[in-house]
Nanobody
Framework: EVQLVESGGGLVQAGGSLRLSCAAS????????IGWFRHSPGKEPEGVSS????????YYADSVKGRFTISADNAKSTVYLQMNGLKPEDTATYHC??????????????WGQGTQVTVSA
């Protein structure tokens, strides 16, 4: 069974950091990209970042470039999203997903339940 389990969310003050984890199982980890997406009430879902181990491709949304870093641990089948310099507008539920790459949701076919990130001003 395909599973994607996010963890690492929480409440942090503006300027702070969090590291999200996405533990994948039930499929060949190197055969897919893992993407991070975020969704908050009243806003359109946004692709944040993705990584594809098979070709090393990494993508970031303009809104997080220079602040967020995505990485993967193949031995643990886990993708991390290090988030630094957090802003209140980063507040959202963050989901990881399995797919073909890039940061368009249509390219992803399996989603985790999400982890909440709240950034206070």
């Amino acid at each position: 069974e395909v599973q994607l389990v996010e963890s690492g969310g929480g409440l942090v003050q503006a300027g702070g950091s969090l590291r999200l984890s996405c533990a994948a199982s039930g499929f060949p980890f190197n055969g897919y990209a893992i993407g991070w997406f975020r969704h908050s009430p009243g806003k359109e879902p946004e692709g944040v970042s993705s990584i594809k181990n098979s070709d090393g491709s990494i993508y970031y949304a303009d809104s997080v470039k220079g602040r967020f870093t995505i990485s993967a641990d193949n031995a643990k089948s886990t993708v991390y999203l290090q988030m630094n310099g957090l802003k209140p507008e980063d507040t959202a539920t963050y989901h990881c997903a399995r797919g073909m790459g890039g940061i368009l949701a249509a390219a992803y076919d399996w989603w985790g339940q999400g982890t909440q990130v709240t950034v206070s001003a």
